[in-house]
């Protein structure tokens, strides 16, 4: 790695919200808040305290809480005062101060189109607000960013006077001025010049990007400004945030890190980059993509016999950079096109010690490709696929049986839910009985499965569904043969299981078994901490 370091804002708590879907509660951002700390990201943007109860309250709590911030500062988002108003009496610019935090991020509009049809003020004016805002702001004490909001349409539109915005923030003593691409629209060439016209018109000034994702180059345009000089950098963890995102900082960190050797969070955390992204995603309620680079589920994954042997013999033919680097893991898929070698991978996994030429690995191969063949997919279910070598191995046995189980439907709903299953399963001897309401039958089967076991195995307590898919493999009309896929997470680790069957709830049913029994199965190999 090179002497050189920039500086990271993480803006996940204040433009990640803003994604669809993304609601955090304020105890969802302070596990969000020990998340980022723990990686190392220097500035953590959390709010805007005066626009909304919940921000508010955030801000209240962090001053009462008195966390170990570490390295970590705590910045507050707002807005440059409003026209015709004295900066020491807009309330959002108290509001600011109030926080407690001890970096203020403070947006203005640098768009002279925007200023006119916007802000309805004269140009001038807009040049006096950032001004007077950062500089008062700067006179209570505190750290002030100005983001110029619209930077590239405005520097494409009237240059001359976006680059009076930046000087305007400059002189109020902003102590990072960032350019922020916030409509997306901008190419890699335009971020470049752009951020040297910038770094040459303010050369003592700490100059900063901030990219969305609109036209899916947020990554490679912060890359290409932070090469053109820019020393600070906005975004979010997995590139959530308004229409199509922010620049992913899970993306950005090990690209700039690993490939240019840029400085951006403490070298020995950046093993924590995928568990803290698959958090993130969690406590977001969002499905982190297996392709995500870096931190998905599938950005080390092999499944072809030739990439197997290739990875084995040297991980450099068909990995960029190291899985542990990121805090992720290599894994090898089993399919019909999978070879001994990835056969026994998997199967060292359960048993290190066990021999390339021992039987259970062609048994093992064997199974695999017969099951496949009756519509079986293992490439995208690597619990089941795991739970098929302990049977195999005789590691395996069944932690219920079931005794009797019923499901109905109601049509037309008349209610909140509109399936029940009743279900009677036994467990070394000892009977449960109970009943579940659910939003269709696959959704109350689960959860009457789920409150059976849970009497005799309570961490299952920890476990939820996340995500369910259906395909129909064959053509029979309603006789056809389905494959249903579930996604289950106990917060720390997901996994995916997979079932296959003529009667829809019956392929689902081997999947939730799977996929309940597969966390019981961890604890018996040891996987769990």
Known sequence: MNNRRIEILDTTLRDGAQAEGVSFSVNDKFQILESLVSLGIHYIEAGNPGSNPKDREFYVRYGEKRLEMGASVLAAFGSTRRKGMAVDEDSGIQDLLQSGAATVVIVGKTWDVEVRDNLRCPLKENLTMIRETVAYLKAQGREVIFDAEHYFEAARANSEYALNCLQAADEGGAAVICLCDTNGASIPEEIIQRTQEAIAC??????????????????????????????????????????????????????????????????????????VARRMAEIANIVLPGGEPYVGASAFTHKAGMHVDGVKKNPRTFEHVAPESVGNSRRFLLSEISGRSAALDVIRRIRPDIDKDAPEVGRVLHKLKEMEHQGYHFEGADASQELLVCKELGLYKPFFNLEKMRISSEQPRTGSFSAYTYIKILVDGVDEVTAAEGEGPVNAMDRALKKAMEVFYPELTQVRLTDFKVRVLNAEATASQVRTLIESTDGRTVWHTIGVSTDILEASWLALVDSLEYKLMRKILGWEE
């Open 202 to 275: 303010l050369p003592d000034a700490r100059i900063g990007i901030h990219c969305h994702n609109d036209s899916g180059l947020a990554v490679a345009n912060t890359i290409a400004a932070v090469l053109a000089g820019a020393c600070h950098v906005q975004g979010t963890l997995n590139g959530i945030g308004e229409r199509c995102g922010n620049t992913n900082l899970a993306t950005l960190i090990p690209n700039l890190q690993l490939k240019y050797g840029i400085g951006c969070i403490p070298e020995d955390r950046l093993y924590l980059l995928t568990p």
